[in-house]
């Protein structure tokens, strides 16, 4: 084979540090591109696409499935895509290896809000939140990322450039993917797209890399307030979370939930937990100067008239305060990689979500666990992550299979197998039990009309097949 007409790294100290992510999965890869532009990005693939050499997209590996993580092969890292291109009062245009915390941060700085949050915000890329979808805590109130990106410019795995925004038609050549998803929030396979924009947001770089976005802004709220609400029970944090999603006087933009096993897990860093504390409430209210008093009244109204520990509740609406609450909040998923680290064995989460009716049902399923874990997450969404622990190599096998009970019981209550973490290469085994064979044929028709080679994503959402 000719040397290629780009660098490459086969470094393997360099290597090194891009072979694995969240999930701790570990790949290994011959070699890693870091183009500078499309057009670089456009020879990279089509270079490897000539070669038929599989190439593996990787951002800030902060993906807790795999994606990221080569089965041999070339990585290509989009960090330095790394340019905030444009910024007006709608509209915000960026390359894709920007750091989305520190680009939300610049138009929060103007005014302006680009809503989406996922709790790797300050650690993960637009690009790598536009390839999955991603979600958070404010999903909410404003969705997941979908509906905030308005363009992308992606390179097909033929190396051929494409702008795609909503008015961009489907080539009439390509395969069509049209299936029902659930009636859930789910970042589950590829989207039943009618317009080319959609069909590249949380396609997890399997069908084109998206070097470049554009995203719709917002005005950013005049002034948020947090409250953190202790419950004694499940079934009153349960009541009240209902209470809050049908109040008329409430407008939470995210409803999170903590346990009581989160508790216990930070109870000896946050003093503030009250000792009769068993499960745990977090959520925000976006206001004004003149409307905050008197949401900050009908909050507390319909805590002291809910089962919680009204006389404990946290109100946060200064920097210090509010500071303080989201300390609370992250000590949790802190004290969880915390306890990984110490058991030596790595975690086995859950990314179901449920419709309302399932929500109950579902959360005596994850509290019936007999294995150590913490539970929090998306309530308001009915989407909870069940963090088991297990510590030794029998527990991690018991681990997986309450993990598989767990989704037979979403999929029968019509959930989803991820509802914001994507598919990856660790749930790829699951997606058929959810989607049925014909869908899967379908992605895989649409996949090799567009990537003859294979080369792309190799092994992420769907088997290799050529």
């Given at each position: 084979m000719p040397a290629p007409p780009f660098e490459i790294v086969t470094d393997?100290?360099?290597?090194?540090?891009?072979l694995s992510d969240a999930s701790n999965t570990r790949g290994h890869a011959e070699a890693l591109v870091r183009p500078r532009s499309t057009a670089e990005v456009s020879a990279v693939v089509a270079w490897c696409q000539r070669h038929a050499i599989p190439l593996t997209v990787t951002a800030q590996r902060t993906s807790t499935t795999g994606g990221p993580v080569p089965e041999?092969?070339?990585?290509?890292?989009?960090?330095?895509?790394?340019?905030?291109?444009?910024?007006?009062?709608?509209?915000?245009?960026?390359?894709a290896g920007v750091m989305l915390g520190a680009f939300q941060d610049e138009l929060e700085?103007?005014?302006?809000?680009?809503?989406?949050?996922?709790?790797?915000?300050?650690?993960?890329?637009?690009?790598?939140?536009?390839?999955?979808?991603?979600?958070?805590a404010r999903t909410y109130r404003y969705g997941p990322t979908r509906p905030w990106v308005e363009a992308v410019e992606v390179v097909l795995p033929t190396g051929e450039v494409r702008h795609a925004d909503r008015s961009t038609p489907i080539p009439a050549d390509w395969p069509r993917v049209a299936w029902t998803e659930p009636h859930v929030k789910t970042a589950t396979g590829l989207y039943p797209a009618d317009n080319l924009l959609d069909l590249f947001i949380g396609q997890e770089g399997i069908l084109g890399v998206i070097t470049q976005a554009t995203v719709r802004l917002t005005a950013r709220p005049e002034r948020v307030f947090s409250v953190l609400i202790w419950f004694p029970s499940t079934p009153a944090?349960?009541?009240?979370?209902?209470?809050?999603?049908?109040?008329?006087?409430?407008?939470?933009?995210?409803?999170?939930?903590?346990?009581?096993?989160?508790?216990?897990?930070?109870?000896?860093?946050v003093p503030e937990i009250p000792a009769a504390a068993c499960a745990a409430l977090w959520c925000e209210q976006e206001c004004t100067e003149a409307t905050q008093d008197a949401l900050m009244e009908a909050w507390l109204a319909a805590i002291e008239a809910s089962g919680a520990l009204a006389d404990d509740t946290l109100f946060a609406d200064d920097p210090a305060s509010l500071a303080r609450l989201r300390a609370i909040r992250h000590a949790v998923p802190a004290g969880v990689n915390e306890r990984v680290a110490r058991n030596g064995m790595p975690k086995v989460g859950t990314d179901f979500a449920v419709p309302d009716r399932a929500l109950d049902d579902m959360m005596a399923a994850y509290e019936a666990t007999l294995l150590p874990h913490v539970l929090f997450g998306h309530v308001g969404d009915n989407h909870l992550h069940l963090n088991l622990l297990p510590r030794t190599p029998a527990e991690l096998e018991q681990a997986w299979g309450i993990w598989r009970d767990l989704y037979a019981r979403a999929l029968a209550a019509g959930g989803t197998l991820s509802a914001e973490h994507g598919v990856g290469k660790l749930?790829?085994?699951?997606?058929?039990?959810?989607?049925?064979?014909?869908?899967?044929?379908?992605f895989a028709a649409l996949k090799r009309h567009l990537d003859p080679a294979w080369i792309l994503g190799r092994g992420t959402m769907l088997g290799y097949q050529v």
């Open positions: 393997p100290g360099v290597l090194a540090g891009y041999g092969g070339w990585l290509l890292s989009t960090e330095r895509l790394d340019r905030v291109l444009a910024i007006t009062d709608t509209h915000a245009t960026a390359q700085a103007r005014g302006r809000l680009y809503p989406p949050d996922p709790t790797s915000r300050d650690e993960c890329s637009l690009g790598g939140s536009i390839a999955c979808n991603a979600s958070g944090g349960l009541d009240f979370v209902r209470a809050a999603k049908a109040s008329a006087a409430l407008s939470p933009r995210c409803l999170e939930w903590y346990d009581r096993h989160s508790l216990d897990l930070v109870r000896e860093r749930k790829r085994p699951y997606l058929a039990e959810m989607v049925g064979p014909e869908v899967i044929s379908a």
